[in-house]
Each structure stands twice: as structure tokens, then as C-alpha cells.
């Protein structure tokens, strides 16, 4: 799949665009413009900063004077900023962008994201270029965002949209879920042990401390090694007690 293009404008320090190309990369994007970077190019604190892989995301980014020429063959420009401009323009989260972004990918055009310089942001003659703002939820008190934390919370949401990904999963490591027999009979296995000590007591309540124990181990989501760790546990407590006993006897 096409990605969007990723527009440093006017940036300010080589280690900000060094961490822009760490943050793309993170989430599969590659393909970066720079617009007048204030301490000129190559800059070897972006280098330095992009550690590695992300280099590449460095070498093949493409450097233009003015951001109407970064962004001449996009059919959508988006543009980031915190601050109202006075200018009448749709504004979306970074989630809704990033949606729209790929559906419009999708269909041919050519998607572009505009991020301002460190010290004040894009300015408005960069945002008349756009035709969508993208505003991020950020705190009114401290609405700021440093350049490489902008670039990576927009790859993040294009990534969540682009790429299908499991909301959770269950790692095993080295081992499986139990199943519900084998969860049943450990319960029975506690049960029966529980029930020779006298623990369900008194005999009014003993359904509900069954129940209360059948529930919990249901509930934890057991695999075959806990369940085997489980019985392991019990037999060593009674082996215990039943050596402490067999010493009492003799003495």
C-alpha cells in the first residue's frame, strides 16, 4: 500500500528530524520532504539521532525551498497545529486524518502531512496550502508538541488504520491454554484436599466457597503449565504435612 508524505517544514534541529525518521520508521513509513531546514543538508545530528535503520529514511528524503513545492503533486495536504488560525478549514483528530488518509490512498491520491518548525509551528501561509488541519487533544495549558512527538503519534495512527492488528492476544511461552477438563479437575483436586482439612466451614456456607473457588480458577485464564504448577504445589504442602506427621508419630 502507498503511504502519505511526511513534510518537515523549515525544521529546526538535526536531532527533531533524526527522530521524525526514527518515529516514521517505527510505523512503516518512509517517505519524508524537508522544506528549508534551518542548519542546511545532510545534517549529521540527524544522522546520529535516526540511529541505524532509520537512516535510510534520511537518504532518500528529498529537499524543496518553498512547502508549495513539497507538496505540488499531492491531491490532499493535511496540516498539524495546535493553534487556532483564523482560517476556515476542516479540523480532524489525528485518528480521523489518518482513517481519511488511507481511504483516500486507497483511491488514488496522493497524501501529503505537513509539520511546522520546533519554535512556532507552520505558519499560515503553510496552512492556506492545506486542505485539512489535523489537531491533536492535547492539554490547553500546555498545548506544545515537540516535532519528532507530532511525527510519531500521526505514524501511529496512519499505522492503526493500514495495518491490521490483533486489539490483544495471549503470548504462550512455551506452553498452551488448559482446557475446561483439565481446569475441572484441578478444582476438584483443591476441592477434595480442601474438604479433608475442613476448610468449607461452616457447612452453610461450604456451596458458596466451592462456587467462589470454581469461579476464580475459571477466571484466570489458566494454561497447561500453571495447571500443572497448581497440582504440583498441593501434593508438595500434603507430603509435607503428612512427613511432619509421620515424625510427630515416631517421637
Known amino acids: 500500500m502507498q503511504e502519505p508524505v511526511f513534510v518537515l ?12 525518521a526514527r518515529a516514521m520508521l517505527n510505523f512503516g513509513l518512509s517517505t519524508m520532504r524537508l522544506v528549508d531546514p534551518r542548519d542546511g543538508w545532510p545534517n549529521q545530528r540527524a ?4 540511529s541505524g535503520a532509520a537512516g535510510r529514511v534520511l537518504d532518500n528524503a528529498v529537499m524543496h525551498p518553498t512547502t508549495a513545492e513539497a507538496v505540488a503533486d499531492c491531491t490532499h495536504v493535511y496540516a498539524t497545529t495546535a493553534r487556532s488560525r483564523d482560517l476556515t478549514k476542516r479540523i480532524l483528530t489525528p485518528e480521523a486524518a489518518m482513517a481519511e488518509a ?20 507552520l505558519e499560515n501561509d503553510d496552512i492556506a496550502l492545506a486542505n485539512t488541519i489535523v489537531s ?11 516535532l519528532g512527538q507530532c511525527v510519531l503519534l500521526t505514524a501511529y495512527e496512519w499505522r492503526r488504520h493500514a495495518v491490521e492488528a490483533e486489539p490483544a492476544r495471549m503470548e504462550f511461552a512455551g506452553t498452551e491454554a488448559a482446557t475446561a477438563i483439565e ?49 504440583g504445589v498441593l501434593r508438595q504442602i500434603l ?3 503428612d ?5 510427630e508419630g515416631q517421637q
Open 243 to 247: 512427613a511432619l506427621e509421620r515424625d
Open 47 to 50: 544522522v546520529a539521532m535516526a
Open 102 to 121: 488511507k481511504g483516500r490512498i486507497a483511491n488514488g491520491e496522493k497524501v501529503a502531512v505537513l509539520f511546522g518548525p520546533e519554535r512556532a509551528g
Open 136 to 146: 491533536v487533544p492535547v492539554n490547553p495549558e500546555f498545548a506544545s508538541l515537540n
Open 9 to 20: 517544514v523549515r525544521p529546526q534541529m538535526g536531532e527533531n528530524i533524526g527522530a521524525a
Open 183 to 231: 481446569v475441572q479437575k484441578l478444582g476438584d483436586h483443591y476441592e477434595e484436599r480442601l474438604d479433608e482439612v475442613g476448610f468449607f466451614f461452616p457447612e452453610t456456607k461450604a456451596a458458596g466457597m466451592k462456587r467462589t473457588l470454581r469461579n476464580m480458577w475459571g477466571r484466570l485464564d489458566l494454561t497447561r503449565a500453571d495447571v500443572q504448577l497448581l497440582h
Open 239 to 241: 507430603r509435607r504435612r
